[in-house]
């Protein structure tokens, strides 16, 4: 469950990240096109993997309702902490990208 709640995390942030005013604001310069399109499919493949890998190891009923725990538990901590700690945020996203997958392959 851990893995997953970090890949629907790491989904959210690329999410806010293809907005323009996020991604400047928390970036420090302005977007490519190209740039804003790639983080925005990058951010739903992720949150469909996460679906998936809670579906896929709690079945449907469950796995639903354990993915839409972890989705507002991941967009709570990224509305809440934005406003005072961007640059954290933005540490424990790229955390959450590389240790999402890894914990989710030994199902944690």
Not at 39 to 56: D, I
Not at 79 to 88: A, E
Request: proline share 5%; with cysteine; glycine share 10%.
């Amino acid at each position: 469950m851990l893995g997953n709640a970090l890949i629907a995390f790491a989904g959210f942030v690329a999410l806010c990240l293809a907005m323009e005013k996020h991604f400047k604001d928390l970036l420090g310069r302005k977007p490519r096109p190209r740039q804003l399109r790639l983080l925005r499919v990058t951010g739903w493949l992720l949150l469909a993997l996460s679906l998936v890998l809670s579906v896929h190891l709690r079945g449907w009923a469950h796995g639903l309702v354990e993915w839409a725990a972890v989705i507002m538990a991941g967009v709570t901590l990224w509305v809440f902490g934005l406003p005072y700690q961007p640059r954290l945020l933005l540490g424990l996203a790229a955390a959450s990208a590389v240790l999402g997958p890894l914990l989710a392959a030994f199902a944690v």
